[in-house]
């Protein structure tokens, strides 16, 4: 009987180590068609902005359309260019929760400017992660302000507060208008470097854009409804304390030695408890530039409308090294 079992195994075993043996190859795949083409920019945004933005009010929202023109600024443009195109590379990230449905991309060119737009998608670093350049097909999209910072999305009319803002635009529609192409570099990321001085005084060129400020620290200051800075509490000296639930971003101001300026911080953001850095700790902070002002129609002089978002506390780099191994 063993012997029986021994003729029908050795078959066997020699049929699959022929199997085995046998390397069958295959063409490497071409990934470039699964990730998407690129479609060469028919504007740039500082161009988007300054043709498609017709109303300068605190909130407002725009349709991006040649048809929705009116005959004084068609005469200024080329009517010839059909689609309306703009390319850039994802700046953002929510993986840390304190970016929230929407993305900003940047403009990979001397003098590039960067916008935010408005996706409703949480997660949406699954679909366009850091790094990742996309061509934006504005046709039909609306733009415009929402408390004076520019972004892009869909027509929103908030009943509640009886105003016309950009809203977020569904998934599909996203999916439809950012056209993802290559794979994603975060090493391509180029942010500025820059002073809080030059920042506030560079106007609103440079809202959305990523920039790293030097010699940086956190004073231990918040907010004040008047958008000045005020002394935090010991229990306040975190991120951002809850709101219960109401949801508004918490300041906390930084300083460099030629201004004063506030980042800003979801409750929740995963670092949102965290304590900030004590001032001793001074080094390079890397952040969204954004801007927040829902009232004043005129800017008062002694206000800081300027809100740096940072991604993750690896955004607080060069410096902050001691601080971050204290948080393990």
């Not at 725009?62 to 023109?69: E, Q, R, T, V």
């Not at 002073?195 to 004040?224: C, D, W």
Request: proline share 5%; hydrophobic share 40%.
């Amino acid at each position: 009987m063993i012997n029986d079992m021994i003729k029908k195994i050795v078959p066997l075993f020699l049929l699959v180590s022929l199997v085995a043996c046998n390397q069958v190859e295959f063409e490497p795949m071409d990934v470039s068609g699964l990730l998407g083409e690129k479609i060469d920019s028919t504007y740039s945004i500082a161009r988007l902005k300054k043709v498609f933005i017709t109303d300068e009010s605190l909130f407002s929202a725009n349709k991006i359309s040649y048809a929705a023109l009116d005959s004084a600024t068609k005469s200024r443009i080329d009517t010839t260019i059909t689609d309306i195109v703009i390319n850039g590379i994802v700046t953002s990230t929510d993986v840390e929760g304190n970016v929230y449905k929407y993305l900003t991309i940047q403009e990979e060119m001397p003098g590039g400017q960067a916008i935010k737009l408005s996706v409703d998608v949480s997660g949406l670093s699954a679909m366009f992660p850091l790094g990742q350049r996309v061509s934006v097909v504005c046709n039909d999209l609306y733009i415009g302000q929402y408390a004076q910072s520019v972004q892009m999305g869909v027509f929103y009319m908030n009943s509640e507060r009886n105003r016309i803002e950009p809203g977020r635009m569904p998934k599909l529609m996203a999916r439809k208008h950012i056209i993802p192409y290559g794979m994603p570099d975060p090493s391509a990321i180029r942010p500025d470097t820059m002073t809080i001085a030059q920042i506030r005084t560079s106007g609103h060129e440079m809202i959305n854009k990523l920039v790293v400020i030097k010699n940086a620290f956190f004073t231990g200051n918040g907010s004040s409804s008047q958008k000045r800075p005020v002394r935090l509490t010991d229990a306040e000296l975190i991120f951002a304390p809850s709101t219960n639930g109401i949801g508004y971003p918490q300041s906390r101001e930084i300083q460099d030695g030629t201004g004063s300026v506030f980042v800003s911080t979801s409750e929740y953001a995963k670092f949102a408890t965290k304590p900030i850095p004590t001032s001793n700790h001074r080094g390079h902070i890397t952040a969204i530039v954004g801007w927040y002002n829902d009232r004043d129609l005129s800017p008062v002089a002694s206000s800081i409308y300027h809100q740096l978002t940072i991604r993750s506390l690896n955004d607080l780099g060069k410096g902050f090294e001691a601080y971050r191994q204290s948080l393990n």
